[in-house]
């Protein structure tokens, strides 16, 4: 079965190639095959043109690594002509199992790359026995294969957002994201101006001025590249970051009211950070009666976890003009009142009016960005952390980017 039906149609189909001999070597403990060819034709590996005679034999023969057969690394022996081409000179035929100047079999690298997609690329190697270096190269020439065509690919509505791979204040990465397609566009080391506008500078200006939106949070090096390269796109920051922002105000005015009383006004406070942060419907029966009693005795609190529950009707309007009536009209409601985190985030918002009434229109958040964001920390903690960045961008890209050949 393995030597009539299964090795002819992985390697050859069954054409120009046949199996001439296969045994157990008990000395390396792998099955090897050995093929020969049946024709006087052969393929230039260089520009794939066919010749229809051969100059002599390239050696003894030339091994490949194929996918285990029973269990029992399986290699792969040929002899190897040389062809004499017109346009490449003298070159070394092309076989139709594996590519040029590579010792794995197509069926072989798809094994790899599909390992790689689950598990470290460490771990690879330990499951194939193979090096690591081999198993980095294969990502990385797949993944420069496929970038041309995934970044020609429409882009319409992108998210940009920073991610950070280790210790230190430099180890960010700046992530583009096409909301249309679901998938990763580019990948950046840095999170400053200049890591953003060198996506434009690829994208080029014609593409840049096709952008209908950008989801980002409120980084001024990302507003800034954005505003210069695709100033029709509408900037639109992110949901999630206005409303850290806001409990981030409501969670300094606690630790304000935490340090103005003592006593049992003081212990009141204590232990409730995560009891006011949270939204009212997504408090527990149990702890809302604590909640109350905090909100009772407390004003100053009552008021700013008022606010807080309020500004979440803004995110229901569906035009700009009602979503910023509704901001001036909530800002009304801290008049007199002192809490002077609540005006600040609300200045923020005023400075940002653009990008935050745009939620209205186009209604986007980076959270599925966010959610690649955690994939990123995961590769990063599954290989226990990446010297090179260069890498874990390779297996970024890999992990996100999928392909239906399953040759590669």
Same mark, same amino acid.
Request: charged fraction near 30%; hydrophobic fraction near 40%; include cysteine.
């Given at each position: 079965?393995?030597?009539n039906e299964?090795?002819?149609r !992985?390697l050859?189909?069954?054409?120009?190639w046949r199996?001439?001999h296969?045994? /157990?070597?008990?000395?390396?403990?792998?099955?090897v095959?050995?093929?020969?060819?049946?024709r006087q +034709?052969?393929v230039?590996?260089?520009?794939?043109?066919?010749?229809?005679?051969?100059?002599d034999?390239?050696g003894?023969?030339?091994r *490949?690594?194929?996918l285990d057969?029973?269990?029992?690394?399986?290699? #792969?022996?040929a002899?190897?002509?040389?062809?004499k081409c017109?346009?490449?000179?003298i070159?070394v035929?092309?076989?139709?199992?594996?590519?040029?100047k590579?010792?794995?079999t197509?069926?072989?690298?798809?094994?790899?790359?599909?390992?790689?997609?689950?598990s +470290?690329?460490?771990?690879?190697c330990? !499951?194939?026995? @193979?090096h *690591?270096?081999s @198993?980095?190269r294969?990502?990385?020439?797949?993944?420069?294969? +496929?970038?041309?065509? !995934?970044?020609?690919?429409k882009?319409r509505?992108?998210?940009v957002d920073?991610?950070s791979?280790?210790?230190?204040?430099?180890?960010?990465?700046?992530?583009?994201w096409?909301?249309d397609s679901?998938?990763? @566009? *580019?990948i950046?080391?840095?999170?400053?101006?200049?890591?953003?506008?060198a996506?434009?500078?690829?994208l080029?200006v014609?593409?840049?001025?096709?952008?209908?939106?950008?989801?980002?949070?409120?980084?001024?090096?990302?507003?800034?590249?954005?505003?210069?390269?695709a100033?029709q796109?509408?900037?639109?920051?992110d949901?999630?970051?206005?409303?850290?922002?806001?409990?981030?105000?409501?969670?300094? #005015?606690?630790?304000q009211?935490?340090?103005?009383?003592?006593?049992?006004l003081?212990?009141?406070?204590?232990?409730?950070? *995560?009891?006011l942060?949270?939204?009212?419907r997504?408090?527990?029966?149990?702890?809302r009666?604590?909640?109350?009693?905090?909100?009772?005795?407390n004003e100053r609190?009552?008021?700013?976890?008022?606010?807080?529950? !309020?500004?979440d009707?803004?995110?229901?309007?569906?035009?700009?003009?009602?979503?910023?009536?509704?901001?001036?009209?909530w800002?009304?409601?801290?008049?007199?009142s002192?809490?002077?985190?609540l005006?600040?985030? /609300?200045?923020?918002?005023?400075?940002?009016?653009?990008?935050?009434l745009?939620?209205?229109k186009?209604?986007?958040?980076?959270?599925?960005?966010e959610?690649?964001? +955690?994939?990123v920390?995961?590769?990063? #903690?599954?290989?226990?952390? /990446?010297?090179n960045p260069?890498?874990?961008?390779v297996?970024?890209y890999h992990?996100?980017?999928?392909?239906?050949?399953?040759?590669?």
């Amino acid at each position: 079965m393995l030597e009539n039906e299964v090795l002819p149609r !992985q390697l050859y189909g069954g054409n120009g190639w046949r199996i001439a001999h296969r045994e /157990y070597d008990l000395r390396t403990l792998e099955l090897v095959v050995r093929l020969e060819p049946t024709r006087q +034709s052969a393929v230039c590996s260089g520009c794939g043109e066919t010749k229809r005679r051969f100059l002599d034999y390239k050696g003894k023969g030339r091994r *490949w690594r194929h996918l285990d057969a029973w269990r029992v690394r399986t290699v #792969i022996v040929a002899p190897l002509r040389r062809v004499k081409c017109r346009w490449c000179g003298i070159r070394v035929e092309k076989v139709p199992w594996a590519r040029p100047k590579s010792r794995f079999t197509h069926h072989f690298e798809a094994e790899i790359l599909d390992r790689a997609r689950e598990s +470290s690329i460490q771990g690879v190697c330990r !499951q194939l026995g @193979v090096h *690591w270096t081999s @198993v980095m190269r294969l990502l990385e020439r797949w993944v420069h294969e +496929s970038a041309e065509k !995934q970044f020609r690919r429409k882009l319409r509505r992108i998210g940009v957002d920073e991610v950070s791979y280790g210790r230190g204040q430099k180890k960010y990465l700046t992530i583009v994201w096409d909301h249309d397609s679901a998938r990763v @566009v *580019w990948i950046g080391k840095g999170r400053e101006k200049e890591t953003l506008d060198a996506f434009f500078a690829k994208l080029g200006v014609r593409r840049a001025h096709r952008l209908v939106c950008v989801t980002m949070d409120m980084a001024q090096g990302y507003i800034a590249s954005v505003a210069k390269h695709a100033p029709q796109a509408d900037p639109v920051f992110d949901r999630f970051h206005i409303e850290r922002y806001l409990t981030k105000a409501v969670d300094e #005015i606690r630790k304000q009211e935490f340090w103005r009383h003592g006593g049992p006004l003081r212990e009141l406070v204590r232990g409730k950070k *995560w009891l006011l942060l949270r939204k009212w419907r997504r408090v527990h029966w149990r702890r809302r009666g604590d909640l109350a009693v905090l909100l009772h005795r407390n004003e100053r609190l009552f008021r700013a976890y008022l606010a807080k529950e !309020q500004f979440d009707h803004a995110w229901s309007y569906r035009t700009e003009a009602g979503m910023l009536d509704f901001l001036v009209r909530w800002r009304r409601l801290l008049n007199w009142s002192r809490l002077r985190p609540l005006l600040e985030f /609300y200045d923020m918002l005023m400075r940002h009016k653009a990008g935050v009434l745009a939620w209205a229109k186009h209604r986007l958040t980076n959270a599925a960005l966010e959610g690649n964001n +955690s994939r990123v920390r995961g590769l990063s #903690i599954r290989a226990r952390g /990446y010297r090179n960045p260069d890498h874990l961008m390779v297996v970024l890209y890999h992990a996100s980017w999928r392909s239906a050949d399953a040759r590669r």
